[in-house]
Antibody
Framework: QVQLVESGGGVVQPGKSLRLSCAAS????????IHWVRQAPGKGLEWVAV????????YYADSVKGRFTISRDNSKNTLYLQMNSLRVEDTAVYYC??????????????WGQGTLVTVSS | EIVLTQSPGTLSLSPGERATLSCRAS???????LAWFQQKPGQAPRLLMY???NRATGIPDRFSGSGSGTDFTLTISRLEPEDFAVYYC?????????FGQGTKLEIK
């Protein structure tokens, strides 16, 4: 069965960096675009970034552009989110979600369980 | 970007009743690229509907979706206890993808 498992969350000070991982299994990872979506405590869902199936294109929300980098290693079936210059407002549960299409223009059919990032001094 | 507005913010109903949730877009969502998700406390969102009216795998037929253009509806015909949760709509026809703010369906 399709599984997405996030890791790497934790408590970090403002201005510092953190890298999240999303390990995929149960499907052909290199066939699908994958997204990061976040949810601040008690709030709604916010799309963060997407990477195409082959890593050739990446797109970001304005709120993280220039600070976050999405990448993937298809040989390891793993997605990453490098988060730099973290701000208090980046505090959230971060989910990886599979797009049903290769270029990120489909719907999100499978989600991981999420990993919590807390930015606090 | 396309802004999605969900109503009502909170819906209080009893098991067995019919629930109607609304999602309105600030501009037309091309080709009905509209999805609905259910989220329970402490859990990840779960895909319910895609393409406005197509049920995802394993979703019971008491869930149905309709609409096109800018107005979309999720209907739950007879509420079961496990249906009380937060529901989000999402459009994937425009870039960036955007979510509505959610409707909380609570037990009356």
């Amino acid at each position: 069965q399709v599984q997405l498992v996030e890791s790497g969350g934790g408590v970090v000070q403002p201005g510092k960096s953190l890298r999240l991982s999303c390990a995929a299994s149960g499907f052909s990872f290199s066939t699908y675009a994958i997204h990061w979506v976040r949810q601040a405590p008690g709030k709604g869902l916010e799309w963060v970034a997407v990477v195409w199936h082959d890593g050739s294109n990446r797109y970001y929300a304005d709120s993280v552009k220039g600070r976050f980098t999405i990448s993937r290693d298809n040989s390891k079936n793993t997605l990453y989110l490098q988060m730099n210059s973290l701000r208090v407002e980046d505090t959230a549960v971060y989910y990886c979600a599979r797009d049903n299409f290769w270029n990120g223009y489909g719907y999100f059919d499978y989600w991981g369980q999420g990993t919590l990032v807390t930015v606090s001094s | 970007e396309i802004v999605l507005t969900q109503s009502p913010g909170t819906l209080s109903l009893s098991p067995g009743e019919r629930a109607t949730l609304s999602c309105r877009a600030s501009q037309s969502v091309g080709s009905s690229y509209l999805a609905w998700f259910q989220q329970k406390p402490g859990q990840a969102p779960r895909l319910l509907m895609y393409g406005a009216s197509n049920r995802a795998t394993g979703i019971p037929d008491r869930f149905s979706g309709s609409g096109s253009g800018t107005d979309f509806t999720l209907t739950i015909s007879r509420l079961e206890p496990e249906d009380f949760a937060v529901y989000y709509c999402q459009q994937y026809g425009g870039s960036p993808q955007t979510f509505g703010q959610g409707t909380k369906l609570e037990i009356k």
